[in-house]
């Protein structure tokens, strides 16, 4: 629902480095990411991993829904470092 601009790593972006990190965890009935349950399932550069896990926790999202009820949930969500072609 809600995310803070995904932060490019300066120096990967300087020398045209991209990468795709895989992030899991785990969102409460409110949407938002139990902090300490992010974890790094693939990553890429340890640049891009820490942007990856800080964008996450940063994030919000709509709950997941059972029966129409708000329920806690697994999420894996790939994350796309990709320079823009000008």
Same mark, same amino acid.
């Given at each position: 629902?809600? &995310?803070?601009?995904?932060?490019?790593?300066?120096?990967? +972006?300087?020398?045209?480095?991209? $990468?795709? @990190?895989? =992030? !899991? #965890?785990?969102?409460?009935?409110? $949407?938002? *990411?139990?902090?300490?349950? *992010? !974890?790094? =399932?693939?990553? #890429? %550069?340890?640049?891009?991993?820490? #942007?990856?896990? %800080?964008? *996450?926790? &940063?994030? @919000?999202? /709509?709950? &997941? /829904?059972?029966? $129409?009820? #708000? *329920?806690? &949930?697994?999420? /894996?969500?790939?994350? %796309?470092?990709?320079? +823009? /072609? !000008?």
């Amino acid at each position: 629902m809600s &995310a803070p601009e995904l932060e490019y790593p300066p120096e990967l +972006r300087r020398i045209g480095i991209e $990468g795709h @990190v895989i =992030v !899991e #965890a785990i969102l409460d009935t409110t $949407g938002h *990411v139990e902090f300490e349950s *992010v !974890e790094l =399932v693939q990553g #890429a %550069n340890p640049e891009f991993d820490s #942007a990856a896990v %800080n964008y *996450v926790r &940063a994030a @919000v999202f /709509r709950p &997941a /829904r059972l029966h $129409g009820q #708000a *329920v806690r &949930a697994l999420v /894996r969500l790939p994350i %796309n470092f990709v320079l +823009r /072609r !000008e």
